[in-house]
């Protein structure tokens, strides 16, 4: 489709594209998985575990042991943790060795997010 092709092109230009989400590392995953998208992106960003409560339906999933295609898709340490989205492109901006904000872009659906990145990327604003 449309955005498999318009990210197949700007991974051709080389850019590297992460996602950063204030949702689940593990659903987040799941459904660019579904959707045939995760290959991508670099990394997945977001939030772990019990992030937003533990609920009776959790309780119940957890009952069971993963399967390793579960395992796989879980976040990790590493991916959740980041104080900001602002804090998060500068962490992987240096990582790549991109002295400029001109050479960052956060896509944000959250105005507040883009004032908080001005000073470290070139923000682009959706209509959510």
């Known amino acids: 489709g449309a955005i ?3 990210l ?3 991974r051709a230009a080389g850019v590297k594209l992460y996602v950063c989400t204030k949702g689940l590392v593990g659903p987040v995953q799941r459904i660019l998985e579904d959707l045939g998208l995760r290959h991508h992106f670099v990394g997945v960003f977001g939030n772990l575990g019990e992030a937003y409560g533990r609920y009776q339906y959790d309780a119940i ?3 069971g ?4 295609a579960e395992r796989r898709l879980l ?4 991916q959740g943790g ?3 989205k602002d804090m998060l492109v500068m962490r992987l901006r240096e990582e790549h060795g991109l002295d400029s904000k001109d050479q960052a872009c956060l896509v944000e659906d959250d105005p507040e997010e883009i004032e908080r990145a001005r000073w470290c990327s070139r923000p682009l604003f959706v209509e959510p």
């Open 75 to 78: 976040g990790k340490p590493a």
């Open 65 to 68: 042991p993963t399967t390793p």
């Open 61 to 63: 999933v957890t009952l």
């Open 8 to 10: 197949r092109d700007l």
């Open 82 to 84: 980041w104080q900001s």
């Open 4 to 6: 498999d092709s318009m």
